[in-house]
C-alpha cells in the first residue's frame, strides 16, 4: 500500500528493532493521518525535488519501540509526525542537500542536523505537524544534546 507517490506503508513502520524485538510497530489511524501529513509536506517535495530515491531510516515508532531504542519520551516519531531522513541509503545526494532544502523551502516543525561533521550529518530529522503551527526549530545532534543550528 503506498501512502504517496514514492512511499510504501511499509517503509514507514519497518523497524529491525521491534522484528528483533517482536514488538508491535502498527500506528493508529491518527498516526497515519500524521504519517501522511508529515510525507505529503517533507517527503514528497523532496523527492520531487531532487528526482532521486531517498531513504527512510526511521518513521513511525510506537510507544513501545520508542522506548528500546532510546527515543526522547515526546518523540514526534510515536505521533506519525517526523521523518528520519537518510540519503545515505540510495548515494545520489547528502543529507546536507536534504538538510538545506527543507530549512530553505518547505514548512516543518522541528529539523535537526544529526550528528556526522560540519559538512554532511549522518542523517536528517524532519517534523511536521497539524495540532498547532509548525515552529521552525532548527536544531544540531552533537554528543548526545540538541543546540541551536548555526551556519
Not at 52 to 72: D, F
Request: hydrophobic share 35%; aromatic share 10%.
Amino acid at each position: 500500500m503506498y501512502i504517496s507517490k514514492h512511499i510504501t506503508y511499509k517503509e514507514l513502520i519497518k523497524s529491525n528493532t521491534a522484528t528483533r524485538l517482536g514488538i508491535s510497530n502498527e500506528p493508529t489511524k491518527e498516526h497515519l493521518d500524521n504519517l501522511k501529513r508529515v510525507v505529503n509536506n517533507i517527503f514528497e517535495p523532496l523527492r520531487c525535488h531532487f528526482n532521486v530515491p531517498i531513504g527512510i531510516s526511521s518513521a513511525y515508532r510506537s510507544k513501545e519501540l520508542n522506548k528500546a531504542v532510546n527515543g526522547s519520551k515526546t518523540s514526534q516519531h510515536c505521533l506519525g509526525e517526523a521523518l528520519d531522513i537518510d540519503a545515505d541509503i540510495f548515494g545520489k545526494l547528502t543529507n546536507s542537500d536534504i538538510f538545506h532544502f527543507i530549512k530553505d523551502n518547505l514548512d516543518f516543525d522541528q529539523l535537526i542536523w544529526e550528528y556526522g561533521n560540519d559538512l554532511n550529518p549522518n542523517w536528517v530529522h524532519a517534523s511536521f505537524t497539524n495540532s498547532r503551527p509548525n515552529r521552525k526549530i532548527i536544531l544540531r545532534a552533537v554528543k548526545g544534546k540538541y543546540i541551536s543550528y548555526v551556519e
